[in-house]
């Protein structure tokens, strides 16, 4: 693939992010673009602040104590920081996938539909509607049709995960975050999960932080790398991947450290 | 040392720590033995049905069986709101390092240790002369209403007691949630009282639970608190209003122990009135064990 | 360094567009958000305000010890705490009859009492539950261990007014059968009825200090040839120190304040004696005993409360303490370094 074509709109854009655990550095400056439509990876050493930087994109970073941050993140051109913006709100539209995958100890359709129970539809065919589709969408429903009722704690590893990705494409976030989805899976289902991030690209804008570069090399269209908290190169993932513009980057990629 | 003395020596102090261990389990033993020989014969359905006769020498134990039971109830309803949610305020809602958070659990670790008969005098003190006396003049009573002991003031009293024992049950429920309950529910765009009421609460129920058998294991065996607000010697009837007066099983236990004039003839009621209360708290501590295990054994496979 | 200007002309970032108001709904749930976490936060000053209360209000009971001039005479701190003439021609002494025709209100003898049984339950309590928690965390196999701790709990788990009725009906008995007491009941029996209530006590907390000393302590010890008893006893005692005297402590502060055993088992008669035979009358169980046939609002009931007064803040000292000492086992082990 030649550069991104001319300008596709970025969907979310950080502008020079600091931030700090305490008076830990995390993240030093990054100003960084999501386009739209696009799957934009981020990758570097473990600790390089690729997560956290994924985590401020829906301020889950607000959670952890003594975290504070400068700069700011935009989301379709406005602060994601702003007072006239809610975090419930945000968090509805720039959803989230963890590492590991984490059901409710509820049944599979109660976890699909959580997200919409507490957004206040109470419609019970609006609901089985809504989960099917995201089901669907997460290419778990014909796997699970059959038994909506039983624990989620019952499914497999990569189901879970799945299920975990139907979850959040339940609430119709416009952007899908994922923090190593497929780390703790086997090669079948870290398969099944590229495939599904393949389909999903088409209506939902992605950010996925993987250690993986084979996995950001197949599945992205741009890649970020990210060095000891700062960004240190970012562009199309065919570029960083096959002709970088950094020492360290290169160093990177072809596996000399990390 | 010489090899030989310091295994002798060791292994008789071993053996010393193991006799403590023994002593300790026979005192409960001989406990048991002693209440169940003198009050297993006593006990028949008759027993737990009447009410005492013949000046408390005969008869049986239900309305002090009646009022235990109504007394830990209300003293349930009262302390596991407060208890629950100021479990909820420490390891939810508190900053870390907050000065509020500390100073509740120094209080409430100080609670615990406050003797019972202290509570007593403070539930006569401040709900009976306090709070009821001012609620007699604000509701326009002429004659004592509120202002007397009574089984409402007794098991708030009582509530007061056991708030420290669901504040550390819960709390350590609420630990036992995963954190990625917590932030799944959140970037799912759930607000925090969603989460908590969806996903932490359910949770943590079984230890919420186990916390709240504690508390009345706790609540319905002691007797000192309620001596000045509100248990009665001996009442015919049972407690109709929330400003009765009740009977209560260690109540009882007490008056039969010391202020029979007849020892001899009241040692079988008195027998069988122990093993009673005793079967009620171990039936009550047995559940809560059981139901922490089982949750323990879940938390454990699960995942 | 880094060319943040390529990084940003790369990237093609745009301006930031203006802000529109926060909506209704996010409004009213925010709003909702932070009534609820007041409401939480007001709920959790109970803990807090509960332990104010009972000191405020039972002071305020005994202020007229203070206030009333009445009171003042009749019960006086010098009469409470110094020896008084009891009757003329005798010695001064310290006597608490506080219903008579000249009340006598002197502590001292409560005092003695509360001490005596709670020194003879201390005497008892202490090595039975430290070398019963010593066995339980160091030697006992791991099922008996299991099998241990539940039997201790259920111990716990026994209401006062039951042990205080064992005390009473059963080893009464048995003690002057084997000591010949000339009373049956005395302090001997009550610190020992108290005994039973305060070993669970001292068991769980002293073995929960002993199982937080880290595994390699006693690895290193045992490497190095130690026994296992010499390793408990070099080397996990010490490390577990403050724990074990925040549990004596715990266990000091429970016996003192507890009432119903000593009130069933003691006697109650307020004797001045050094003899552990003779009945004593404690602090707990004299407002327990005397509550029921008080005037509320004379001296005699302000006393009552003012003996509150003086367990709330005894125990209050203990358990500081306490929670100050197992911080501090807490604290050393997590640091590592002794």
Redesign the interface.
């Known amino acids: 693939m030649p550069p991104t074509p001319a ?1 596709p709109r ?1 969907k979310m ?1 950080s ?1 020079d992010l600091t931030l700090r655990y305490g008076s830990k550095v995390a993240i030093k ?1 990054v ?3 999501i386009p739209e439509h696009k799957v934009t990876a981020l990758i570097g050493p473990s600790g390089c602040g690729k997560s956290t930087f994924l985590r401020s994109l ?1 301020r ?1 970073n607000d ?1 952890i ?1 003594g975290a504070n941050h400068e700069g700011t993140v ?1 989301l ?4 994601i920081h ?5 975090v ?2 945000l ?2 539209r720039v ?2 996938v ?1 590492q ?1 995958s ?4 509820k049944s599979i359709f109660e976890n699909v539909a ?2 919409l ?3 206040g539809l109470k419609d019970k065919a609006k609901l089985a509607a809504r989960v099917e589709k995201s089901l669907r969408g997460a290419a778990l429903w014909d796997e699970v049709k059959d038994r909506l009722d039983e624990s989620a ?1 019952g499914l497999s590893g990569g189901q879970q995960q799945r299920l ?1 990705i139907a ?2 494409l339940a ?1 119709e976030p416009e952007v899908l975050l994922m923090d190593e989805p497929a780390s703790a899976l086997d090669p079948i289902a870290t398969a099944k999960i590229e495939e599904l991030i393949h389909e999903l690209k088409a209506t939902y804008t992605i950010a996925i932080v993987t250690h993986n570069m084979q996995q950001a090399a197949r599945v992205s269209d741009r890649t970020a790398f990210f060095y000891m908290g ?6 199309p993932t065919e570029r960083i991947f096959t002709n970088p513009q950094e020492k360290r980057t290169e160093d990177y990629v072809t596996g000399k450290f990390g | 040392m010489k090899h030989a003395t310091r295994r002798v020596v060791g292994l008789s102090l071993v053996s010393l720590t193991g006799l403590a261990a023994f002593v300790i389990v026979a005192m409960l033993a001989l406990i048991l033995l002693d209440v169940v020989k003198g009050g297993a014969s006593h006990i028949s359905w008759k027993f737990l049905t009447e009410s005492p006769t013949d000046g408390m020498m005969g008869g049986g134990i239900f309305p002090a069986l009646f009022g235990t039971a109504a007394l830990t109830l209300l003293m349930t309803l009262a302390v596991m709101p407060v208890g629950v949610l100021t479990a909820v305020y420490l390891h939810e809602y508190a900053p870390p390092d907050g000065k509020l958070a500390r100073a509740v659990r120094v209080a409430v670790a100080n609670l615990a240790g406050v003797p019972s008969i202290v509570f007593g005098l403070f539930g006569l003190g401040f709900f009976i002369l306090f709070v009821g006396k001012g609620l007699d003049r604000a509701l326009g009573y002429e004659e004592l209403h509120w202002a007397q002991p009574g089984i409402l003031w007794a098991s708030l009293t009582l509530a007061v007691l056991t708030l420290p024992v669901v504040i550390v049950s819960t709390e350590e429920a609420l630990r036992a949630v995963p954190l990625d309950h917590r932030t799944a529910s959140l970037a799912l765009g759930a607000t925090q009282s969603q989460t908590l009421a969806r996903v932490v609460l359910p949770g943590a129920l079984p230890g919420i639970l186990t916390g709240a058998v504690l508390a009345i294991s706790r609540g319905a065996g002691e007797v000192a608190p309620i001596l000045f607000t509100g248990a009665a010697y001996f009442l015919p009837d049972l407690p109709s209003s929330l400003n009765s007066q009740f009977m209560h099983l260690g109540y009882h236990t007490y008056v039969l122990a010391t202020q029979s004039p007849d020892v001899e003839a009241t040692r079988p009621l008195l027998y069988a009135t122990v093993m009673v209360l005793l079967l009620l708290t171990f039936a009550l501590n047995l559940v809560a064990v059981l139901i922490r295990t089982r949750t323990r054994r879940k938390a454990a496979s699960g995942h | 360094m880094l060319d943040r200007q390529a990084v940003m002309q790369e990237q093609d970032l745009a301006p930031p567009v203006a802000l529109p108001m926060l909506s209704p709904e996010a409004r009213r749930r925010q709003l909702k958000e932070k009534l609820i976490a007041w409401t939480i936060t007001a709920v959790a000053f109970t803990g807090i305000a509960a332990l104010v209360l009972i000191l405020v209000f039972v002071a305020k009971e005994a202020l007229s010890l203070v206030t009333d001039t009445a009171a003042r005479e009749e019960a006086s701190f010098s009469k409470m705490f110094l020896p008084q003439l009891v009757r003329k021609g005798k010695p001064l002494a310290y006597v608490w009859q506080p219903v008579s025709g000249v009340p006598k209100v002197s502590m001292i003898p409560l005092f003695i009492g509360t001490l005596k049984t709670t020194a003879v339950s201390m005497l008892v309590a202490v090595p039975l539950g430290i070398f019963g928690a010593l066995f339980a965390a160091e030697f006992a196999p791991r099922r008996l261990r299991e099998v241990l701790k539940p039997t201790i709990e259920l111990l716990a788990g026994i209401p006062s007014v039951v042990l205080g009725f064992f005390a009473l009906m059963v080893m009464a008995s048995f003690l002057q059968e084997t000591f010949g007491f000339t009373s049956r009941l005395n302090a001997v029996v009550a610190g020992l009825g108290l005994a039973l209530a305060i070993v669970p006590v001292i068991f769980t907390v002293t073995e929960d200090a002993l199982t937080a000393v880290p595994r390699s302590y006693r690895e290193a010890s045992l490497a190095l040839g130690a026994t296992p008893w010499e390793t408990a006893w070099k080397v996990v005692l010490p490390a577990a120190a403050p724990g074990i005297l925040a549990a004596c402590v715990l266990g000091f502060g429970r016996a003192i304040g507890e009432t119903m055993i000593v009130l069933m088992a003691s006697g109650n008669a307020a004797i001045t004696s050094a003899n552990l035979g003779d009945s004593v009358r404690s602090l707990s169980a004299t407002i327990a005993a005397e509550m029921g046939e008080v005037v509320v609002g004379s001296p005699h009931y302000a006393l009552l409360f003012f003996i509150g007064v003086e367990l709330f803040l005894f125990t209050f000292v203990l358990n500081m303490l306490a929670g100050i000492w197992t911080k501090k086992v807490i604290q050393r082990l997590k640091g590592g370094a002794g």
């Not at chain 1, 702003?82 to 809610?86: E, I, P």
């Open positions: 300008t970025n854009e502008r400056q100003s960084l673009a829906n889950m959670l104590a935009f379709d051109g406005r602060s702003d007072r006239t913006l809610d419930v709100d968090r509805r959803g989230m963890f590991k984490n059901p409710f100890p959580y997200g129970r507490v957004g704690l975990c979850r959040a609430v700062e960004l240190v190169e970012c562009g």
